[in-house]
């Protein structure tokens, strides 16, 4: 209990006991999320053309409300890769891009995770290609967050070979019993991976 002493408009003091007032601000959980793209398969390695790679997306939201719609926008180079598959489907697909128009509501803590197959079309040498994803996220009272992206590099090569066989020795006749007949074997290496 404090003591104070107030002057009234007309002069006079009055001796007044009040208590104390106390103000207080309720704090408003604080919205966020991660997004990472990372090449699953193949790893280690240089895709080859015809194989199928694959890529995991990962929502994660690490802030203290609900996300909801949350957009994903997966693109990648059309003339390296094409669009296989994914799980969940996709909303929509076009020329190097397919979206998720919503993989939400994502609740406080929570994760999902996205699979998307691609084939490898043609090389990608003597470099690599981008992938990249970028997440549209609000929360579930219509806030938007800021955009993220993930980026993710996948190398494609072309793998062949040739082989061939041919009849080099006796020429221009038939061998006779008992004679070495001698082929020569010849393989090429026509990709661009090293054959062990």
Do not use: C
């Not at 996709?90 to 994760?111: D, F, K, R, Y």
């Amino acid at each position: 209990v404090w003591a104070n002493q107030y002057t009234t408009v007309d002069g006079t003091n009055v001796d007044e006991r009040f208590e104390p007032q106390t103000n207080s601000v309720a704090l408003l959980p604080l919205p966020g999320y991660g997004l990472s793209k990372t090449l699953v398969s193949p790893s280690g390695r240089a895709a080859a053309v015809g194989e199928t790679v694959t890529f995991n997306l990962v929502v994660t939201n690490n802030g203290g409300v609900t996300l909801n719609p949350v957009r994903l926008d997966d693109t990648f180079n059309g003339t390296h890769l094409s669009f296989a598959s994914a799980v969940p489907s996709v909303s929509g697909s076009g020329a190097g891009t397919v979206w998720w128009t919503n993989v939400g509501p994502l609740a406080i803590g929570g994760t999902t995770t996205l699979v998307v197959n691609l084939t490898a079309a043609a090389s990608t040498q003597p470099g690599d290609t981008t992938n990249r994803v970028v997440g549209t996220v609000y929360t579930t009272n219509g806030l938007p967050l800021p955009p993220l992206t993930s980026s993710v590099p996948v190398e494609i090569t072309t793998v062949g070979y040739t082989l061939s066989k041919t009849w080099t020795s006796p020429t221009n006749r038939a061998a006779q019993v008992g004679e070495a007949v001698q082929f020569s074997v010849t393989i090429v290496n026509t990709g661009e991976e090293t054959l062990v």
